[in-house]
Nanobody
């Protein structure tokens, strides 16, 4: 069982930045593909970004490409999501997810394929 704990959410104005963190309780963190998803009120959970085991590959939703950056520190069992140029439509609960053990180089995830989820952290962007 892997526990994921997110932090870093909050309220910002449009154009601002936030960095989300997600710490995993597993000693084999480096074997998991990690990702971020988000869910806005009344909407389905959607993919935001994913990163492969050794950070060699990343994948982003078109809506966040060039604004968000996913990264990981395997020594700290932590995955990050740096969010720049935030827009009101980025408002959602953001969830960290883990899938694996995964093959090297895999940076694709779906909500249905994730094995473990964090509890979520709220991000609110005001105009």
């Amino acid at each position: 069982q892997v526990q994921l704990v997110e932090s870093g959410g909050g309220s910002v104005q449009a154009g601002g930045s936030l960095r989300l963190s997600c710490v995993a309780s597993t000693g084999i963190f480096s074997r998991y593909t990690m990702g971020w998803f988000r869910q806005a009120p009344g909407k389905e959970r959607e993919f935001v970004a994913a990163i492969s085991r050794s950070s060699g590959s990343t994948n982003y939703a078109d809506s966040v490409k060039d604004r968000f950056t996913i990264s990981r520190d395997n020594a700290k069992s932590t995955v990050y999501l740096r969010m720049n140029s935030l827009k009101p439509e980025d408002t959602a609960v953001y969830y960290c997810a883990a899938e694996g053990p995964a093959l090297p180089g895999i940076a694709s995830m779906s909500a249905g394929g994730a094995h473990y989820w964090g509890q979520g952290t709220q991000v609110t962007v005001s105009s």
